[in-house]
Nanobody
């Protein structure tokens, strides 16, 4: 069971990208889904989190107003729309699935690279 990220790439400052996280092997709507990122030499940081049915979202301060996360439970997929990208957004972006329903479980994706050129 591992979520799979896609959509990363190279973009210029001010550009946009949309990341996807496709999940399988678990009941998607029972899991809160999150995006994390890790830049070289830095700790992994929370980018955004969305509740199981998408009613609630939260964002890290560096991305508020620029990034939007949403999910389509019919497709078992979560998305991260990234606008007004900055060089400091350059990082590997990871998808995380977390639940406490029936016990605590957590799954990580393998990550997708986002590079923003200045």
């Amino acid at each position: 069971v591992q979520p799979v990220e896609s959509g990363g790439g190279l973009v210029q400052t001010g550009g946009s990208l949309r990341l996807s996280c496709a999940a399988s092997g678990f009941t998607f709507s029972s899991y809160a889904m999150s995006w994390y990122r890790q830049a070289p030499g830095k700790e992994r940081e929370l980018v955004a989190v969305i509740s199981g049915f998408g009613a609630s979202t939260n964002y890290g301060d560096p991305v508020k107003g620029r990034f939007t996360t949403y999910r389509d439970n019919r497709k078992n997929t979560m998305y991260l729309q990234m606008n007004s990208l900055k060089p400091e957004d350059t990082a590997v972006y990871y998808c995380n699935a977390h639940t406490v329903v029936g016990g605590t479980r957590m799954y990580w994706g393998q990550g997708t690279q986002v590079t923003v050129s200045s």
